[in-house]
């Protein structure tokens, strides 16, 4: 059975920062690019960051500069450091493996 559990997210004020961490199991982690994506209200789902299995990492236009993916194969995680968050990073995060999917964690950021 694969999960993919996420954690990290809260509450936080404009120019505040969190880090999301993705727990993954039932998956060999080390050979699948890993992802996180957003949606805010009333919009769709969007892709915020990838990292391959080989460690090479795109963003969404929207947080380069801004978020940070990594990943540690030891301990099946893939990470989301986001910095300077801005109100609309608002949204429900989800990590992404394959097709399978976490249940999202809310990133709220106020201004």
């Known amino acids: 059975q694969v999960q993919l559990v996420e954690s990290g997210g809260g509450l936080v004020q404009a120019g505040g920062s969190l880090r999301l961490s993705c727990v993954a199991s039932g998956i060999i982690f080390r050979t699948n690019t890993m992802a996180w994506y957003r949606q805010a209200p009333g919009k769709q789902r969007e892709l915020v960051a990838r990292i391959t299995s080989g460690f090479t990492t795109n963003y969404a236009d929207s947080v380069k500069g801004r978020f940070t993916i990594s990943r540690e194969n030891g301990k099946n995680t893939v990470y989301l450091q986001m910095n300077s968050l801005k109100p609309e990073d608002t949204a429900v995060y989800y990590c992404?493996?394959?097709?399978?999917w976490g249940q999202g964690t809310q990133v709220t950021v106020s201004s």
């Open positions: 992404n493996g394959g097709p399978w």
